[in-house]
């Protein structure tokens, strides 16, 4: 008996030893970028404890206590100490926060000229040193900026960078930074991996998740100021006032984190239900027999539900739309133009300041049968005709979040309407969440990308972030790749593109590399050697993909619909919509003509771009066989024929792969074994995926190429 009870006992003890071991290694991935580990390096730990003995955080708004929260439990545990928190003047070494209303120390240290720059988000952090202390000083003009600034500061100890000589001044170079969710009422997201929706609409407002705040403190770490909460094919049940509630709720809790909310909206939701057709996405929650915008009763009906979204929702932000686009009703239905539609919702929110963002993601064969023209072909004789508080928001590229696209030429030609640029964190066409891809490489493509608008250096960045126009209308937006699963975004790596995305949008000039190393430090390891094995797997991963699925400028050649595996084959003779249609294989060569004798999508660009894209010679090859249909045998840089640069780009796209793979392998034991067994199945499945790509295009093409694959017997 005795025996029996000592066995339990220690097999009982032994369990627990485990099971704590266990807990405290093992990551779930759910803590995101925001860990805070005890720092294990003495002489950085002594340097930190030394600058930072106590906090001086004056205040109480929501926001404050945030803060204040935050910094004790990221302080406490990187520095493995307790710290004072008080609000009045410091003695000693000390950390302060504060606005010009709340601290002198900040008082004295913000000019006017400085204030002014900072603007509402911005911060300064700064070392002060006087003949009694040195202090480290973080300012804003307000709690918000304070709430950026003070994650700044935490990043700074995480990445274990010194803290001494500080003297930072950073705002937001763009002013919306929005996540689009395409979350659906009934808990299923469009195009998300991770699971179902974070919003739990069945419950709400009464039950607050969680995750909520969990999720709007991700945000806030990274400068993301909105969320639309719904899909833009937006289920006219949103603006229903038992919604408006759920929504307010949700408000209710991001307001203290800077976030405000705005909704997707159904163009039809004037009308009545009784319009509600069979998958057509008609009928709407009103009562009315039209959703014309140039209607008195429409124009009335919008301008009632905003007032009743603002007694809600007293900073609500505004509206997305996806309107006479894939199925969705718009104002073309009425025979009004894009304008007219958008103009009656933001004749409605402008008391309120605010905003409509109103989607370019349109195609129509009665405009043009190349789909890639048709945005700019409706929009740009529109432009001028929207109200100043309407974005034209419009994806990086003229298709479709493809794993490389040339930048939408829209950006260029648009000079007189405030542009959002929407990315995809969500990898639709890019893997899922089952391949790794890092996707800051990608955007920073598209941000550097030049369109020579007003000449030379009219990147899109310059044009996103109003730097190459006179507006304060300014704004970007990636459609979310987060969902309920423990983790939030399905890969573990998928969270470095959610974390890219907020700090490109805050400042599009960090570098790609600079983005993933802090990543990896803030939530994976310190380890040098560890850190540039990763960097080397992050930074290739994207030119990876595009090799291993569409090289040389192919596009949209995925399996229908799930956008997942290889579908070159497909053809269902929709003009617009399938592989055969965008990559044109026949016996002569392969791609797209879209030169000046082909469809003349290169006319939309400016010179001398267009004359670039348009000429053989000169069109970069990344972007070869998006604007020309090239012979099998044409001579490409490399010496090769296009045919045998196909193979090598398949067969190099494989290879990164599996170096990719080899890669991981070698950091077993250096970090988290959950997450290492997590991300090492995922990369077998990513080997097999790319070795599938290659195999299907590859036979695929060769029956027009009629040439063998080098090296394949
Ligand atoms: O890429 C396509 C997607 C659709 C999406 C649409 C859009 C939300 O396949 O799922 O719908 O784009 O952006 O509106």
Redesign the pocket.
């Known amino acids: 008996m005795t025996f029996t009870r000592n066995r339990i006992f220690s097999l009982g003890t032994i369990l627990l030893v485990l099971f704590s071991r266990g807990l405290a290694l093992a990551d779930d991935g759910y803590e995101l970028w925001l860990k805070y580990r005890t720092l294990d390096n003495a002489v950085l730990l002594s340097h930190y404890r030394e600058a930072i003995t106590s906090v001086i955080l004056p205040g109480e708004s929501g926001t404050i206590q945030i803060i204040r929260d935050e910094l004790k439990r990221g302080l406490d545990t990187l520095l493995g100490a307790g710290l004072r928190f008080s609000a009045s003047e410091p003695r000693g070494n000390a950390l302060v926060l504060g606005t010009p209303a709340s601290s002198a120390i900040v008082r004295r240290l913000l000019r006017e000229g400085t204030l002014h720059s900072l603007g509402s988000e911005g911060y300064l952090i700064k070392s002060v040193t006087s003949s009694k202390n040195r202090l480290i000083v973080i300012a804003a003009n307000g709690d918000i900026g304070l709430l950026y600034g003070m994650f700044h500061f935490l990043r700074i100890i995480q990445t274990r960078q010194p803290v001494v000589h500080l003297d930072i001044f950073s705002s937001p170079r763009i002013r919306y930074r929005l996540l689009d969710h395409?979350d659906n009422l009934d808990g299923s997201v469009?195009?998300g991996y991770a699971g179902r929706s974070l919003w739990k609409w069945d419950a709400l407002p009464e039950k607050i998740d969680d995750r909520y705040r969990d999720y709007a403190r991700a945000n806030a770490s990274i400068g993301i100021n909105g969320t639309v909460l719904n899909?833009?094919?937006a289920n006219p049940a949103i603006l229903k006032l038992e919604y408006l509630r759920k929504v307010a709720a949700l408000a209710d809790i991001f307001r203290p984190y800077g976030i405000r909310v705005f909704l997707s909206v159904n163009f039809s939701s004037p009308t009545s239900a009784k319009f509600e057709q069979e998958g057509n996405r008609k009928g709407g929650i009103g009562n009315l027999d039209t959703a014309d915008p140039l209607d008195p009763q429409v124009r009335r009906w919008w301008k009632d539900k905003v007032k009743e979204i603002y007694r809600l929702i007293p900073d609500f932000g505004g509206f997305l739309v996806?309107a006479s686009?894939?199925g969705?009703p718009g104002p073309q239905e009425y025979g009004r133009t894009h304008a007219e539609g958008a103009n009656v919702l933001a004749e409605a929110l402008k008391p309120f300041h605010g905003i409509v963002m109103w989607?370019a993601?349109v195609y129509d064969s009665s405009v043009d049968p190349d789909r890639v023209k048709r945005a700019a072909l409706e929009f740009v004789p529109l432009d001028g005709l929207f109200y100043p508080n309407v974005f034209v928001q419009a994806?990086n590229g003229p298709l479709?979040?493809q794993p490389r696209e040339p930048v939408q030429p829209l950006f260029g030609t648009m000079a007189r309407t405030p542009l959002l640029l929407?990315l995809?964190i969500t990898q639709?066409?890019l893997g899922h969440s089952t391949h790794l891809v890092y996707l800051a490489p990608m955007w920073k493509e598209y941000l550097q990308f030049d369109l020579f608008s007003k000449g030379p250096g009219s990147t899109l960045a310059s044009i996103v972030d109003g730097s190459s126009r006179t507006t304060d209308m300014t704004g970007i937006a990636g459609?979310a790749n987060t969902g309920d699963d423990r983790n939030w975004c399905g890969h573990f790596f998928a969270q470095a593109n959610w974390f890219a995305f907020g700090r490109l949008a805050w400042d599009h000039s960090v570098s790609a590399e600079q983005i993933a190393n802090e990543w990896i430090r803030m939530s994976l390891t310190s380890d040098s050697g560890s850190c540039a094995t990763i960097s080397s797997i992050m930074m290739d991963s994207w030119e990876a993909c595009v090799n291993y699925m569409t090289p040389l400028g192919l596009h949209h050649i995925m399996e229908v619909?799930v956008?997942y595996g290889p579908g070159p084959q497909h053809d269902s003779g929709r003009e617009d919509w399938r592989s055969v249609y965008y990559h044109r294989a026949d016996s002569a060569g392969l791609g797209f003509d879209r030169s000046s004798t082909g469809s003349n999508a290169v006319g939309q660009y400016f010179p001398p771009l267009r004359s670039i894209f348009d000429n053989l010679e000169t069109c970069p090859e990344k972007y070869l066989l998006w604007f020309h249909h090239v012979r099998w045998d044409h001579r490409m840089n490399s010496g090769r024929t296009l045919w045998e640069e196909l193979c090598e780009r398949y067969t190099s796209g494989t290879d990164q792969v599996h170096g990719m793979y080899g890669q991981w392998l070698s950091l077993e034991g250096t970090i988290d074994p959950e997450v290492f067994s997590h991300v090492k199945n995922k990369l077998e499945r990513q080997v097999i995926d790319a070795a599938l790509w290659k195999d299907t295009c590859l036979s695929y093409f060769q029956h027009f190429s009629r040439k063998p694959v080098p090296g394949q017997r």
């Open positions: 395409w469009e195009r899909n833009v094919n996806k686009s894939e969705m989607r993601f994806k479709d979040f929407e995809q639709e066409y459609v619909d956008h």
